[in-house]
Structure formats: structure tokens, C-alpha cells
């Protein structure tokens, strides 16, 4: 840990292995509260591997992640939900049939009442969700518009809002903008700026340097299921993230 503030997340020493393929090779990193944590790497690296271990689907072999100085262990995705982490998948899991609204609360839907006679509180939702879009300045047309009429841009938008509307701790985001164009990603962008600012510690992954340049505060670097070397963003530039991922420069 540097300085008196636990990081938001710290990961130390993680392995990981599937069978005889070594996904996390002893991999450590931190994202300090409220900035932008960037992990860079090429294909094979082990950036989702780490990622799902911080999101419960994987346990790691070894190692450990610690979130605001405590250890923690997930035995499921839901139960690092329940801790403050959200993470919004490239895929971005999102049900094309259903409303904006529906979709923010899927899964997690308010109810009144006791079982077997447990009603849906609908109006609250609607409203839950319009509060939560209207505050972020999301750019979509409105809750009740189903999901498979938005653009990528406010598909994504609304994933990240869902992230969110459940998590204002940590939230992990796997190539938030790779089937964007300029515009929308621009938007979205404004968008994770926006969720920071009120607090919010994010993590990406990007191979979009630029990308990572304009939106970071710290960048490490994986290759072959190590981080081979972390910096503060405005002491590194895009050329050097290329030589690092690629392995043309070396770190002690």
C-alpha cells in the first residue's frame, strides 16, 4: 500500500491455472479510490482471468485480493456483489426484449409483500431507474424504451448505469468502448468520467491506448499472466505502453 489510504482494491501474488495452462502467474496491482485503474496487455495475457477472479467466478489458486485494506474471497459472483463490485462484460449481458428499466433491475426487482403473494413494485422501479439516467446524464430515450432499439453507445450506457445504480464502489469494465464509434465513445467516456467524479473507483481494460491516456490515473501492464510494470498515467506514454505490452521494453 502506498500512503495512509487503503487502495479500493489490491491484488497480491494471484496464480491461477486451468489444467496444465498457467493463466495468473503471481500477478499484483492496485486501483486506488475514485480514479480510473487501467490493465493493458495483449491476448492471452491473463486480464480477464484476473478480472473474474475479482469479480467470483474464479478462485484463485493463490494469493490474494484485498478491498479497502481487508482481505476478501468470493465463493460466486454474487457475493462479490454484494461487497461493492459490478463489473459490465463486453457482452454487456443486457436483455434485448426488455425495457431500459427492466433491465437496470434484473434480476434484483423490488417487491412489496410476503411469499407466495409478492407483487412487483413497478412504479417505483420506473421511477428508481429515471432518477438514476436523469442523474448521470445517460443518453438514452427513456426507461421504458426497450433495450434492442438503443445504439451501442446507449446499450453500453445503460450497462454501465445498471454497474452503477447496484455498486458505487468498484466497478470493473471490460472494453467498455471496442464496438463504438468515436462519437458514442466519447459519450461513454464522459459517462465513466462522470461516475468517478462522484466517487466511484473504476477499472478497465482496453486495448485502446489512446483510450487509456485520456481516462486513466494509473496503468499496469500484464503479459504472459504477469504485470510486468504499473505507472502513473501522465508518466508514461502510448508509444511506451506498446513497447511494454509487446515486451520491446523491460522492467526490473
Known amino acids: 500500500m502506498d500512503g495512509a489510504t487503503p487502495h479500493k482494491i489490491e ?23 475514485g480514479e480510473v ?3 493493458v496487455g495483449d491476448n492471452g495475457a491473463g486480464k480477464s482471468t484476473l478480472i473474474k477472479c475479482l469479480a467470483g467466478y474464479h478462485a484463485p489458486d493463490s494469493g ?20 461493492g463490485i459490478e463489473t459490465v462484460y463486453q457482452d454487456l449481458a443486457l436483455a434485448d426484449q426488455l425495457t431500459v428499466w427492466q433491465n437496470i433491475f434484473l434480476n434484483r ?15 417505483e422501479m420506473r421511477r428508481q ?15 421504458t424504451k426497450t433495450v434492442k432499439r438503443l445504439s451501442g453507445g446507449q446499450r453500453q450506457a445503460v450497462a454501465i448505469a445498471r454497474a452503477v445504480m447496484w455498486s458505487n464502489q468498484f466497478v470493473i469494465m471490460d472494453e467498455p468502448t471496442a464496438a463504438l464509434g468515436l462519437r458514442e465513445t466519447a459519450q461513454v467516456e464522459d459517462l465513466i468520467r ?8 473504476v477499472l478497465i481494460i482496453s486495448h485502446n491506448f489512446e483510450q487509456v491516456m485520456r481516462l486513466s490515473q494509473q496503468v499496469w501492464v500484464m503479459r504472459g499472466g504477469r504485470v510486468v510494470n504499473g505507472e502513473r498515467t501522465s508518466d508514461v506514454t502510448g508509444v511506451e505502453l506498446v513497447a511494454q505490452v509487446t515486451g520491446a521494453s523491460t522492467f526490473a
Open 109 to 123: 426487482e423490488l417487491t412489496r409483500g410476503v411469499p407466495p403473494f409478492r407483487t412487483s413494485r413497478r412504479a
Open 11 to 33: 491484488v497480491r501474488d494471484l496464480t491461477k491455472s486451468f489444467g496444465s495452462v498457467e493463466a495468473l502467474k503471481g500477478a499484483s496491482l492496485y486501483a486506488r479510490p
Open 64 to 83: 490474494e485480493v484485498l478491498m479497502d485494506g481487508e482481505p476478501v474471497r468470493f465463493a460466486s459472483p454474487l457475493a462479490a456483489r454484494h461487497a
Open 194 to 201: 462522470r461516475i468517478v467524479d462522484a466517487g466511484t473507483t
Open 129 to 143: 431507474a429515471h432518477e438514476l439516467v436523469s442523474g448521470l446524464a445517460v443518453n438514452v430515450p427513456g426507461v
Open 37 to 39: 485503474t487501467a490493465i
